[in-house]
């Protein structure tokens, strides 16, 4: 599913216009946007968490000249399922 299809189904499903539809789910990814920025959590219930996490640096192996570089440490972005959307997706394997 693409922007343009939650935009859609928005639209859809509400009494908006398309051009309300598309603003409310531009502001809702960046005010999500921005809470991971700051290193916030996002959560939504029945949904799941984003969070921030930080990656630890190390040695990886590069593969094209078969040497190993040091790889810079980060952060990274993790989703995590509620469980009830896990146990959804479970049953339906």
Request: proline share 2%; hydrophobic share 35%.
């Amino acid at each position: 599913m693409k922007k343009k299809d939650l935009v859609e189904e928005l639209y859809h499903k509400s009494h908006l216009s398309l051009v309300d539809s598309r603003l409310l789910v531009d502001a809702l990814l960046d005010e999500m946007k921005q809470t991971l920025l700051k290193g916030e959590s996002v959560k939504i219930r029945g949904f799941g968490t984003f969070r921030v996490a930080d990656k630890k640096g190390g040695m990886v192996r590069d593969f094209l000249n078969n040497t190993m570089k040091s790889s810079p440490g980060g952060r990274r972005i993790r989703f995590r399922l509620s469980p009830l959307l896990r146990s959804i997706h479970e049953l339906h394997r």
